[in-house]
């Protein structure tokens, strides 16, 4: 099978939920092409995504974990966020997986980033499938 190169984005400003995320990535993509991009905070995701685009990647997974407080920042953050990667990924036609995750307590990040939910893993699932629809695939599969 031909492997793919792919660029994980990750706000390491909790680091042990961003290595929890970002393990998790790289055990689902383990043998294809991987760079990895640690940046400050989720605010400076986009800028490492947009940067990682003009490499022409089969995918990029922005990974990172926010914990939303008592006053709006967090909310704030993860709007703007979000909406550069979508324009990012429409604008380059490359697939952005989008899994900066807010949280509001220790369980939700536990089960988020180093659980069975994790966010990594997911991201880099839906990534392969990306790729494999770009690459002809009918379902991605």
Not at 51 to 57: G, Q, V, W
Not at 88 to 95: E, N
Not at 109 to 119: D, E, F, T, Y
Request: aromatic letters at 4%.
């Amino acid at each position: 099978m031909k492997k793919g190169r792919f660029t994980i984005v990750v706000a390491d400003y909790h680091k042990k939920y961003a290595d929890g995320m970002v393990g998790a990535a790289k055990k689902v993509l383990k043998g294809h092409c991987l760079e990895e991009v640690r940046v400050p905070g989720t605010f400076e995701v986009p800028l490492a995504v947009q940067r990682a685009l003009r490499k022409k990647p089969a995918a990029v997974l922005a990974l990172g974990l926010v914990w939303q407080g008592e006053t709006p920042h967090a909310g704030l953050i993860l709007r703007t966020a979000t909406d550069a990667l979508m324009r990012m990924m429409l604008k380059s036609d490359v697939p952005v997986l989008h899994h900066l995750v807010g949280v509001k307590t220790e369980a939700q990040a536990r089960a988020r980033c180093l659980g069975r939910l994790n966010r990594g893993r997911e991201a880099a699932q839906a990534a392969l499938r990306m790729w494999k629809l770009k690459a002809g695939g009918r379902r991605g599969r």
